[in-house]
């Protein structure tokens, strides 16, 4: 075998060693919004998830995420006023075959509330 073909086999063995993949949970919350015993609410979607996702390329930020971003973006989809037992992920995925590309993903997921609010008791 050439020097040659030694160093890219070496090389190649080296990205697929570094590249990946995380999975971590970012949180759990009964709500994102404060829930009394007086309000009263339905529940217009299980399960309502959104995610947002950012990119960065050689350590330069192309786009970034946000778990708030992802929070509004599910909150508008279903038209909800708040999201109960909710969970949130957080993964990363790296590739290090130069350059090197960090793609990261923030899901919410929870069941989108409206509020009865004007109805009397």
């Known amino acids: 075998m050439s020097f040659k073909s030694v160093i890219f086999l070496i090389m190649l063995s080296t990205c697929a ?3 990946g993949c995380v999975t971590s949970p970012g949180g759990i919350a009964p709500s994102t ?4 015993s007086k309000d ?3 529940i217009i979607k299980t399960d309502a998830s ?3 996702g ?9 786009k970034t995420c946000s778990a708030y ?3 509004q973006t599910a909150k508008q989809n279903y038209g909800a006023d708040a999201l109960i037992n909710v969970t949130l992920e957080n993964k990363s995925y ?3 075959i130069l350059p090197i590309i960090i793609y990261s993903k923030i899901s919410i ?7 009865n609010r004007g109805k009397a008791d």
């Open 17 to 19: 060693v570094l590249s």
């Open 69 to 71: 971003d992802a929070l």
């Open 94 to 96: 790296w590739i290090t």
């Open 40 to 42: 009263t609410y339905t």
């Open 109 to 115: 997921r929870g069941d989108a509330i409206k509020f």
């Open 50 to 52: 959104a995610s947002d």
């Open 33 to 36: 919004l404060p829930i009394t």
């Open 54 to 62: 950012a990119v960065v390329l050689c350590g330069i930020p192309l």
